[in-house]
């Protein structure tokens, strides 16, 4: 079993930045890629970002383009979320994905095996 561990969340004010880590540990993780998902009360899970673990081809929400990074050391086996210019809109749990099935499913929930218990990211206006 592969577990994934978030830390990094946090209150912050608007056009500040956090930078999330998300680390795995027990068996080998052995995936195509792992993401970044967010999600607020009421509504369905998000998808935020998504790197291919060997190549590091990344894939963002138009929302968060040109704003937020995500990054991975594979020796590690931890991605980052690098957010910067954080707006209110991005309030929300953080949710890291792993065991990313097809690069192709990399922006549906469905798609990963693994999830971290989410770490909360409050932007004050």
């Known amino acids: 079993q592969v577990q994934l561990v978030e830390s990094g969340g946090g209150l912050v004010q608007a056009g500040g930045s956090l930078r999330l880590s998300c680390a795995a540990s027990g068996r080998t993780l052995s995936t195509i890629g792992m993401g970044w998902f967010r999600q607020t009360p009421g509504k369905e899970r998000e998808f935020v970002a998504a790197i291919s673990w060997s190549a590091g081809s990344t894939d963002y929400v138009d929302s968060v383009k040109g704003r937020f990074t995500i990054s991975r050391d594979y020796a590690k086996s931890t991605v980052y979320l690098q957010m910067n210019s954080l707006n209110p809109e991005d309030t929300a749990i953080y949710y890291c994905?792993?065991?990313?099935?097809?690069?192709?499913?990399?922006?549906?929930?469905?798609?990963?095996?693994?999830w971290g218990q989410g770490t909360q990211v409050t932007v004050s206006s």
């Open positions: 994905a792993g065991g990313l099935r097809g690069w192709a499913l990399r922006a549906l929930s469905t798609g990963y095996n693994y």
